[in-house]
T-cell receptor, first 111, second 115 residues
Framework: AQSVTQLGSHVSVSEGALVLLRCNYS??????LFWYVQYPNQGLQLLLK??????LVKGINGFEAEFKKSETSFHLTKPSAHMSDAAEYFC?????????FGTGTRLTIIP | KAGVTQTPRYLIKTRGQQVTLSCSPI?????VSWYQQTPGQGLQFLFE???????NKGNFPGRFSGRQFSNSRSEMNVSTLELGDSALYLC??????????????FGSGTQLSVL
């Protein structure tokens, strides 16, 4: 079985501040991990993914995430928030079955 | 290349009715998945199709069904609608389901409201 927990359904940061969105997973096999972003009235689009190899993964729009097996975490970060980052972010895990999503974190950027 | 197309964009139905939603994947993509998105629940997996065969199914009642056609287009059907079925239904396509690290391409969804 596999599952994803996203800590914090809502996160607010000031423009220019660090963005940190938390994701913890469970999987009975080595997981593939993903972060997707959903802008208002749109579908989801892939930000980044971890498959194997380097544990620090860089994605689009300046986002990156680090896979920490010992902590079963895959937190998403961005050094400096921009107004355009306001969206909902979903962490997802795939072991050997379907892709399982977390409940999402809505990111608000304060001007 | 056109993206994933879902129709209709919005739908209003009443309890007890049935509804059919359509999804056209990206050209060349043979795998289609469906998700139900509701506030606070995130995305719940409905089912996945590849080459007209259902490969995976989520924990939804039998009122939810789907199919895939030979051109990879997919439809999902919900019969005997309930108020709790109100949600955004998202379709996603990918090249093949056996590529576990494959990214999904999502459509904009169909917003279903059940009154």
């Amino acid at each position: 079985a596999q599952s994803v927990t996203q800590l914090g359904s809502h996160v607010s940061v000031s423009e220019g501040a660090l963005v940190l969105l938390r994701c913890n997973y469970s999987s009975s096999v080595p997981p593939y991990l993903f972060w997707y972003v959903q802008y208002p009235n749109q579908g989801l689009q892939l930000l980044l993914k971890y498959t194997t190899g380097a544990t620090l993964v860089k994605g689009i729009n300046g986002f990156e995430a680090e896979f920490k097996k010992s902590e079963t975490s895959f937190h998403l970060t961005k050094p400096s928030a921009h107004m355009s980052d306001a969206a909902e972010y979903f962490c997802a895990v795939r072991g050997n079955e379907k892709l399982t999503f977390g409940t999402g974190t809505r990111l608000t950027i304060i001007p | 290349k056109a993206g994933v197309t879902q129709t209709p964009r919005y739908l209003i139905k009443t309890r007890g009715q049935q509804v059919t939603l359509s999804c056209s994947p990206i050209s060349g993509h043979r795998s289609v998945s469906w998700y139900q998105q509701t506030p606070g629940q995130g995305l719940q997996f409905l089912f996945e199709y590849f080459s007209e065969t259902q490969r995976n199914k989520g924990n939804f009642p039998g009122r939810f069904s789907g199919r895939q056609f030979s051109n990879s287009r997919s439809e999902m059907n919900v019969s005997t609608l309930e108020l709790g079925d109100s949600a955004l239904y998202l379709c996603a396509s990918s090249l093949a389901p056996n590529r576990l690290n494959e990214k999904l391409f999502f459509g904009s969804g169909t917003q279903l409201s059940v009154l």
